[in-house]
């Protein structure tokens, strides 16, 4: 079974700094997927970035870049330049073989002004 | 438009209640899923179908029951309420899975609060 760990519950950054969230997975797999989502107050499940394990290349989008160590099944996501609308639950996700998607445990950011 | 829509997005009821949630996806995607996220945001999946046909069903009481008339939708009845019932519920669907991962991206409903009293 595929599990993944989200050390920091809680983490808070400064607006305009950068802030990285960690997440390490663990799967039998050799060929899976890694997600961060992003829930704001509103609740709905939004998608940030996201990795093929095959790809040496670590996945950007904007401000959001991710650390994706296959080795050390490690998959950080880097936030820079935080901005108040970045405060939010942000949630580590493996997909692999046929297994439904697992997520970690969630880490809240909160972006201080 | 809305991709994947769930009602309601509030539901607050009595202990012992049947009540439904209903999603529909206009993605034209293949599989579809609940999930519920705890009091402690835990995000876990209950269900997943694909073309109408029940694929995980995860250790769910026998309580929850989905349904899927066709592709596009997937409902979730509830029998018998009880507070630990009380969560988000999170409607998803996804494309066939393929090697590319923009293929295997799960696309989420706005969620429904279910409120047991």
Not at chain 2, 15 to 34: A, F, V
Not at chain 2, 36 to 44: E, G, P, V, Y
Request: net charge positive; glycine share 4%.
């Amino acid at each position: 079974a595929q599990t993944v760990t989200q050390s920091q519950p809680e983490m808070s950054v400064q607006e305009a700094e950068t802030v990285t969230l960690s997440c390490t997975y663990d799967t039998s797999e050799s060929n899976y997927y890694l997600f961060w989502y992003k829930q704001p107050p509103s609740r709905q499940m939004i998608l940030v970035i996201r990795q093929e394990a095959y790809k040496q290349q670590n996945a950007t989008e904007n401000r959001f870049s991710v650390n994706f160590q296959k080795a050390a099944k490690s998959f950080s996501l880097k936030i820079s330049d935080s901005q108040l609308g970045d405060t939010a639950m942000y949630f580590c996700a493996c997909l692999s073989g046929n297994t439904p998607l697992v997520f970690g445990k969630g880490t809240r950011l909160s972006v201080i002004a | 438009d809305t991709a994947v829509s769930q009602t309601p997005k509030y539901l607050v009821t009595q202990m012992g209640n049947d009540k439904s949630i209903k999603c529909e996806q206009n993605l034209g995607h293949d599989t579809m899923y609940w999930y519920k996220q705890d009091s402690k945001k835990f995000l876990k999946i209950m269900f997943s179908y694909n073309n109408k046909e029940l694929i995980i069903n995860e250790t769910v009481p026998n309580r929850f029951s989905p349904k899927s008339p066709d592709k596009a939708h997937l409902n979730l009845h509830i029998n018998s309420l009880e507070l630990g019932d009380s969560a988000v519920y999170f409607c998803a669907s996804s494309p066939p899975r393929r090697y590319s991962v923009s293929y295997n991206e799960q696309f989420f409903g706005p969620g429904t609060r279910l409120t047991v009293l």
